[in-house]
């Protein structure tokens, strides 16, 4: 027989079980020979359930925690409530939360004497948790008065019987921000800007301008084109049409360059005649 650790297999050999023993039991023999007289203060012939608080450990604590399993672990739990005056269960436990699933099945016929609820453990915070593949099935009594009293009002259940298992068959571990990494801190460096430059042969003073314009052309620079002549000014502007008024006064709204573009643009009209 497998066991989880050495608690585990002191814990097993004092329930001094018969070889070959597994505890494989339906739902139904879990509500009645077990959770019912649990809840009624019943002796049970073995004592192979542990009790234990189940919402303060994380699942994968808990095989070490049970008296009896394999891959399977059986435990009475109470539960309490989340609101003092409500009647939904605190699902809280450990470093995550149990989220049920599916919908509730009943347990015995029939007359249903448990209420059976699948839930699935998150690691970390809702709602932005981590689903894992524990899993619980919560068997609890039906037709139980749950509603808050005067006292112990936050008690929802004194036991309800919880089997917890993994679907992958073995004891995963989760844990989130476990290790902070820490990156180092860069320092503001300025970028540093080299710049290149082609050398020149030395200029012979002997050489005449055309001489120098072969040797800038052939040291690799780019000759930057040079600003516009008079000439090409010219001519791009006598494409240009200008509005030619007939009054004297507006003629002279015009400084003397542009006067004299106008004057040169329509050279038929005079300036100092414009009737």
């Known amino acids: ?18 070889p070959g023993f597994r505890f494989h039991p339906t739902d139904e023999e879990l509500v009645v020979h077990y959770l019912c007289r649990k809840c009624a203060a019943q002796s049970i012939s073995v004592p192979i359930i542990a009790d234990i608080d ?32 409500g009647t939904r269960p605190n699902r809280a436990a450990g ?24 839930l699935v453990f998150y690691a970390g915070k809702a709602p932005t948790g981590i689903k894992t593949n524990w899993i619980m099935h919560e068997y609890r009594l039906a037709n139980v008065d749950r509603t808050a009293g005067k006292r112990n009002n936050l008690r929802l259940d ?9 679907k992958k068959g073995s004891v995963e571990k989760y844990y989130l921000n476990e290790k902070e990494v820490n990156f180092p801190e860069l320092e503001d460096e300025k970028p540093k800007i080299t710049t290149t430059r082609a050398a020149l042969p030395p200029v012979n003073n002997q050489n005449n301008s055309s001489c120098c314009s072969e040797q800038v052309q052939s040291s690799g620079y780019t000759e930057v ?18 509005p030619f008024p007939s009054s004297d006064h ?25 009737c």
């Open 225 to 242: 084109e040079s600003a516009p002549k008079w000439d090409n000014f010219m001519d791009i502007g006598l494409q240009t049409t200008f």
């Open 250 to 274: 507006y003629f002279n709204d015009f400084n003397p360059f542009q006067q004299d573009m106008l004057f040169m643009h329509q050279p038929h009209k005079s300036p100092f005649n414009l």
């Open 95 to 118: 470093t995550g939360y149990w989220k049920a699933t599916g919908a509730d099945k009943p347990v015995g016929k029939p007359k249903p004497l448990g209420i059976k609820k699948a």
């Open 54 to 85: 189940l919402y303060k450990f994380d699942p994968w604590q808990l095989p070490q925690k049970a008296l009896y399993g394999e891959k399977e672990w059986y435990f009475f739990t109470p539960r309490d409530r989340k609101y003092p005056n």
């Open 1 to 18: 027989m497998k066991s989880t650790g050495g608690i585990q297999d002191s814990k097993q050999s004092q329930l001094e079980l018969p």
């Open 158 to 166: 004194e036991w309800v019987l919880c089997r917890i298992y993994n």
